[in-house]
Every structure is written in C-alpha cells, then in structure tokens.
C-alpha cells in the first residue's frame, strides 16, 4: 500500500494551498502552510479546518476532523519549513517570478533529499526548475479544484527530473486515494491546455451570442458527459487565473489562445467567478 510522505510544506495558504494541506493531513502527513501575515495565517488555517469538516459530515475522514487539523501547523516565513521534509508543493498565484523566489527559498530551508513541487496549471516547470540547485528533485504536481474532492493529479516531468522523484510523487499521489496521470513538461500540459482551449470557446459563444451560458454549459454536461459545463468551471477556477493561463498560452501556442475581449471585460469589472458572487453566473456563499 503506497505510503504518504511524513512531512510535507506548502507554500501557500489559498483555496487551492488548504486543500493539498488537507489532503496531505488526511492522509497521515504532518503539514507545514507558509503564510505570510498573521490574518493570512489565520485564514489559511481556518480554510483547512472548514474542509476537514466538511468532509468529516459526509463520511469522508477516517479521523476526527479536530484530531487531524492538529497534525497542521502555519508558519509566517519559507525558514519555518522543517529540514527534515519529504516534499514542499509551492501553490501561490500564477506568477512566474513569486513562484521562483518561493521554491529557491524552500530549496534552501530544507534537506537535499526533499522533493520540490510546484502546482502551477500552465507555467513551464522546466523554467521555474532553472532557479534550483537541486533540479532532479523537481516536478509538477497539479493539483485541481477542489483538491479533497477532486479524483486527478496530473505529474509534469520536467527535462531533469529524475525517475526516482517520480517514482517517489506517484507514491505519494496513490496514497492520498487520486489518480495519477504523468505527462511531459509543454505549454499547459494536458489538461490546462485542452480545458482552456474549451473555456475560451464556449466564451467566445456567449460574446456571439451563439447561446447563453446556462445553455452552453447544458449542452455539454448531457451531450458529453462533462461534470460540468466550460463556463460554470471557469467560474470555479477563476477568471482572472483563467485569463493569466490563456495569456501565457498565446504567448507560446499562438493565437488560437487568444482571450476572448469578453473575458478581459469580466476581469477588469471585477467579476472573477465564485470568489467574488459574479462571473458567468451569480453565487452565493
């Protein structure tokens, strides 16, 4: 049976960072959230506890939600990481110089043998591997939303990981219940680049006035079995991440990337998705 890593840091105390925290925590790991601020902390730590409870109410904890939440801790700096860490996963925004400076940092915080980790969604892992002393012991972990419920991590093989840091991160993956799929580090990987180029059409249907969204994301959950429609997922995911991801895409695959001017509207009005109650569609907490 595949065994989870004993210690684990993760850089990032967002939505997606609290969940590759509570994953990791469920699965028997002692986790270290770096955070910076002490409201940020606060609210990462509360972010995990609020998931761990709610998959203790459907039945999906083996422990007390309080028992594992004690297995986390938040520290405020990248030197609070424990040297003896088997794997760090970076999970802070989209931005290719923040990602750098924090997995350089981590890289020296803790032991040569840690696996480094980043959970980017299109950025070039080979790239951000470039900053590192220790490039064998990098990958991809990309993680997606939300990550305790979700089924799939994808691993991205940069040019000079090595087998045994994959080896290692299919283990671990194994042991925290996902499926894994192992692709070769290019713009977007596979499901970033598929799942894009599927948004950025169904907004561009919406901006033509081909149907409205509810429509659109219909036609595709019972025509095609997708759990959920482009758009309703683009909500989800953000669109502001979305519009990021799209414009790193027709830097480097070209124009059939473009972002739509729709999307560029929604963001620069504020309308981001779920986050902030107005994308697409109107949420409510």
């Known amino acids: 049976m595949a065994a989870a890593p004993g210690t684990v840091g993760v850089l990032g105390g967002g939505r997606m960072g609290a969940g590759i925290a509570q994953s990791f925590a469920a699965a028997g790991s002692t986790v270290v959230v770096v ?3 002490e409201e940020a902390a606060g609210a990462a730590r509360e972010r995990v506890a609020a998931g761990l409870r709610r998959a203790a109410e459907r039945g999906k904890l083996g422990e007390e939600a309080e028992r594992v939440l004690e297995r ?42 840690a696996v480094l980790a980043t959970n980017t969604s299109s950025l070039s892992v080979t790239e951000l591997a470039g900053a590192l002393t220790r490039p064998e012991r990098f990958l991809g972990l990309h993680f997606f939303n939300p990550v305790p419920a979700s089924a799939l991590v994808e691993l991205v093989v940069a ?16 042991a925290l219940g996902k499926q894994d799929v192992v692709v070769r ?18 907004i561009r249907m919406v901006e033509e006035g081909v149907a409205e969204p509810e429509a659109i994301d219909t036609a595709m959950s019972l025509g095609y079995r997708h759990p959920m429609g ?46 902030t109650g107005q994308g697409f569609y109107t949420w409510e907490e």
């Open 72 to 113: 986390v801790t938040v520290t405020a700096s990248v030197d609070g990481l424990p040297a003896a860490a088997d794997l760090v996963v970076e999970a802070v925004p989209e931005d290719a110089a923040l990602k750098v400076r924090m997995l350089a940092a981590a890289e020296k915080a803790v032991g040569e043998g």
């Open 185 to 202: 580090d290019s713009p977007g990987f596979a499901s970033s680049r598929l799942g894009v180029a599927l948004g950025l059409e169904a």
């Open 35 to 37: 955070e910076s601020g």
């Open 230 to 275: 482009p758009l309703r997922l683009t909500d989800l995911v953000g669109l502001d991440v979305r519009l990021a991801i799209a414009e790193y895409l027709h830097g480097t695959l070209g124009e059939r990337f473009a972002p739509p001017r729709l999307l560029r509207e929604k963001v620069a009005r504020g309308e981001l998705g779920r986050k």
């Open 159 to 174: 040019e000079r990981t090595a087998k045994g840091t994959v080896r290692a991160a299919l283990e671990w993956v194994r």
